[in-house]
T-cell receptor, first 114, second 115 residues
Framework: DAKTTQPTSMDCAEGRAANLPCNHS???????VYWYRQIHSQGPQYIIH???NNETNEMASLIITEDRKSSTLILPHATLRDTAVYYC???????????????FGKGTKLSVKP | NAGVTQTPKFRILKIGQSMTLQCTQD?????MYWYRQDPGMGLKLIYY???????DKGEVPNGYNVSRSTTEDFPLRLELAAPSQTSVYFC??????????????FGEGSRLTVL
């Protein structure tokens, strides 16, 4: 079972920041928070991941609360091409076997509107 | 740089037929995965492999078989196709070593319909 909770859908105006929340209240100390997105039935695409510090890359920023029970993915200037399903996943990194497997939930369907 | 390549992209099968979905990666990744995605749902793990000669079951392995004879290839076989196996199948690969991110790279998917 997925260990994260996300809203089913969200809308965002083009050019504005998209803030996608995720709850992971049972996260373990060795589990990272990962974000992937899936654009129109293509294969999922990695966005970003983090353990406890906030992270930023060319695609997005990841804000993780101090207690690590929730996080927010921020797309700073959403475009129409960011319309996709966004998956928040927690997983162990660096270990072999099933602990490292990604468990996908239903994700959040983000619609960016002109 | 091809990444993860899946074939075929589309296939229609009759009930009881068998087929193999091919997956190959050119990134020298040790881990490979097969997922299926039903309409409106998230991905479910079918099988995975941590290296050549080693495979293990995921969440929904029934009705499927895999093999991993080389690092590059991870074929998925359906022995007796059933309508419940109508789905989109995704192959993925990753490398797990030390502090590596373990980012998964996905193929474009294979759309299978069983009638």
């Amino acid at each position: 079972d997925a260990k994260t909770t996300q809203p089913t859908s969200m809308d965002c105006a083009e050019g504005r920041a998209a803030n996608l929340p995720c709850n992971h209240s049972t996260i373990s100390g060795n589990e990272y928070v990962y974000w992937y997105r899936q654009i129109h039935s293509q294969g999922p695409q990695y966005i970003i991941h983090g353990l406890k510090n906030n992270e930023t890359n060319e695609m997005a920023s990841l804000i993780i609360t101090e207690d690590r029970k929730s996080s927010t993915l921020i797309l700073p200037h959403a475009t129409l091409r960011d319309t996709a399903v966004y998956y928040c996943i927690v997983r162990v990194v660096g270990s072999g076997g099933s602990q490292g497997n990604l468990i996908f939930g239903k994700g959040t369907k983000l619609s960016v509107k002109p | 740089n091809a990444g993860v390549t899946q074939t075929p992209k589309f296939r229609i099968l009759k009930i009881g037929q068998s087929m193999t979905l091919q997956c190959t990666q050119d990134m020298n990744h040790n881990y490979m995965y097969w997922y299926r995605q039903d309409p409106g749902m998230g991905l479910k793990l079918i099988y995975y492999s941590v290296g050549a000669g080693i495979t293990d079951k995921g969440e929904v392995p029934n009705g499927y078989n895999v093999s991993r004879s080389t690092t590059e290839d991870f074929p998925l076989r359906l022995e007796l196709a059933a309508p419940s196996q109508t789905s989109v199948y995704f192959c993925a690969s990753s490398t797990h070593s030390g502090t590596n991110t373990g980012e998964l790279f996905f193929g474009e998917g294979s759309r299978l319909t069983v009638l």
